[in-house]
């Protein structure tokens, strides 16, 4: 292999995992985000069922007041009637009455259906809560790992970038000019093999003059079709 394709090739190697660990690093807080609204959204999924719970309970306890002021109702109205001599006023606390125990017939049955209600919420509360405690262990122990990934990934980063000058200090100017641009436009592929006869990074077919002088190592050759250094593996 030419001199020049191996020190761009093993500088390729360096430059790739440099891109990687920075699109790594450039990824992790996103990542937080998306954790935190993973956390939110759980906590807002079991508060939302915790609240129809509250919200069946309040009106439960609502409905026990209205009975039980209905009750006291009729019962001031029992003495009322004990205590008239007349008639009509007898009759008119009669009609009161009457519709009293009818309205409390109806706020028992509407108290029977909220209880059953709020029964039926159980299970789904306890699976809403299970799968809440899940979630947050799944999220935390993401979360727990963040500061240290992005500390290694730190750490790592700084030592491409301090090794990647003495990659660069052997290779020609014009040559690494046309490299840096290469990688840049080509993601991050700007040396590449040719396999089967074709080159890996564009996949199009080389003429035979093009292998055979790439296999002949006297000179730097160039993919026609996509501008990239071109390499044959030794057999």
């Not at 069922?49 to 009106?59: A, K, M, P």
């Not at 979630?135 to 030592?159: F, M």
């Not at 046309?178 to 074709?198: P, T």
């Amino acid at each position: 292999m030419l001199e020049p394709i191996a020190q761009l090739l093993i500088l390729q190697n360096t430059d790739q995992h440099l891109r990687e660990v920075t699109q790594a690093l450039l990824q992790l807080p996103q990542e937080k985000i998306s954790c935190e609204k993973a956390l939110r959204d759980a906590d807002e999924k079991l508060q939302s069922i915790r609240s129809s719970e509250h919200q069946i309970e309040r009106e439960i306890k609502k409905n026990e007041g209205d009975i039980l002021a209905k009750q006291t109702q009729i019962a001031r109205y029992r003495i009322q009637q004990m205590e008239t001599r007349k008639n009509e006023e007898y009759a008119a606390f009669n009609h009161e009455i009457a519709l009293g125990v009818k309205a409390i017939t109806a706020l028992e049955e509407q108290q029977l259906e909220l209880m059953e209600k709020c029964a039926s919420l159980q299970p789904e509360i306890e699976r809403a809560q299970e799968v809440h405690a899940i979630e947050h262990k799944r999220v935390n122990a993401i979360l727990g790992t963040i500061d240290g990934r992005s500390e290694n990934l730190l750490v790592r980063q700084r030592e491409l970038q301090n090794v990647r000058p003495t990659l660069t200090l052997p290779i020609d100017e014009d040559i690494l000019d046309r490299y840096e641009r290469l990688f840049k436009s080509k993601n991050g592929m700007a040396v590449a093999a040719i396999e089967h006869g074709v080159c890996t990074g564009c996949h199009m077919q080389m003429t035979t003059q093009t292998i055979l002088s790439a296999k002949a190592e006297k000179e730097i050759m160039i993919c026609p079709q996509c501008g990239r250094f071109l390499y044959t593996e030794e057999d």
